[in-house]
């Protein structure tokens, strides 16, 4: 479904003393602020020091290097440190509230009705492995009858209302030049591996990443019966090559200048006129924006004679892998061991795959993220906590502007600048003052690849239905059980989750 991909967060950098991290004593029972001396952790701790190096030569290895030898990295990770340890403690409190829903028959349309369904579906392997590519075997008889270029944009457009987003992807974001609107964005996309890098550099590891990935998809079309799946592999591969090279690279993504190009949809169409471009606003369900902005001028201009250009047996093979590719991991467990094997062995190094349960954990945080957000502070995330933090903050505030009045580099009028903007930064503490309600949102405890599709669709539109509108200062975009933190250029905003307020990032 709708891959994050297409949405742009910025994430603030989490410094830390030292690697380990060693537990925490969570107390349920009271919300005073003296619960905070109850907790054992050492911020710094001698036991992960390696004092046989001098912190003049490797302060890294001088600060971590017995914590490093302690801790080697888990099979089923391909890193390990702090941030790891946090996340796996934090998902044993949210798994516990997820399976006391699932033992709980809520009210439908309720959090625990939700989120206890949809765990129930997603554990439910037997009935998943029993239908095999079922969910999907409709679409794939569907799209392997695109006999031209315009049935493949017309399957295209029905892709894309299912949230899967074979090309590009659109989504809503603030306008760089104007922060106060929110307005659509179309980004480049197309390429499975994501980095054009992958599918132009010569270095030996890009190498065998695009021999494996051929190998993969080949072994996906065989697992749905398709022929030839090895020559539909090559294919595939060829044509996503094509549009690596009309796509823009991570580092010219980076520039503000050139993923800034707003425009009418008038110029869209003649920009891209491949697209039916009426047709698709509709497929999406949504109105034609007001105006928009083309993150990759580039791609989108070359679009249109990339795709002109192919074969219509491997255009049509291409949305067939779109499909298959989104919807693996929801399906039997031949197609969720062929996809760790390419993606969790072969790209990210892990040797063992997650249990099932973090799986499904995963998609429930992406799926009902606020719903559980609203049960996990309510149990782990007391007032004082968050009454401590904003009191750090407000020190912070304060000693950040003494500093900046006393610095010599900069003049009276950039000083008066800065303290402005230090003023005026808004900061997030634990948990969002309004709540999403999912209430309309339809899950049952018998079809996990449903319920996915359901909650990507709710999710995507309730996120398209902010085009063209004030943006939302109170929004959150990252979860109270997210185990990280993020800052906002465009709305000078820092967001702490609860999630990361914890042992050993706060104390």
Known sequence: MLKTKFMKLACVSMLVGSVGFYGCSNDKTTDKP???A???????????FDFNVKPGDNFFEYANGAWLKANPIPDDQSSWGSFNLLREATNTQVREIVENAAKESGEKGSAKQQIGDFFKSGMDTAAINSKG?????????????TA??????ENFYYLQSKTITPLFGLYAGQDDKNSSMVIA??????????NKDYYLAQDERSKTIREKYVEHIGKMFALIKQENPEAKAKAIMDFETKLAKISMSNVEQRDPYKVYNKMSIADLKKLTPLVDWDKYFVALGIPEPKEINITSTPFF?????AVQGEKIEVLRDYLVWNLLNESASL????????QFDFWGKTFQGKQKDDERWKKILNAINGSLGEEVGELYVEKYFPPAAKARMEELIKNLRVALDERIQQLDWMGDETKAKAREKLQTISVKVGYPNKWKNYSSLEIVADNYYQNILNASKWNYMDMLKKIDKPYDKEEWHMTPQTVNAYYSPNSNEIVF????????FFY
């Not at 399906?331 to 062929?338: E, G, H, T």
């Open 148 to 153: 031209n270029v315009q049935e493949f944009m």
């Open 185 to 194: 964005q179309l980004a480049q996309g197309g390429i499975t591996l994501g």
């Open 497 to 504: 989750p609860a999630g990361i307020l914890q042992p050993p």
């Open 133 to 145: 590519f079922a969910p999907i075997t409709a679409d794939i008889e569907r799209l392997n009858k």
């Open 34 to 36: 003296e619960a905070a």
């Open 331 to 338: 399906l039997s467990s031949d197609f969720v061991n062929q």
């Open 38 to 48: 109850e907790i054992t952790v050492k911020a710094i701790d001698s036991a992960n």
């Open 301 to 305: 201009k070359g679009l249109t004679k």
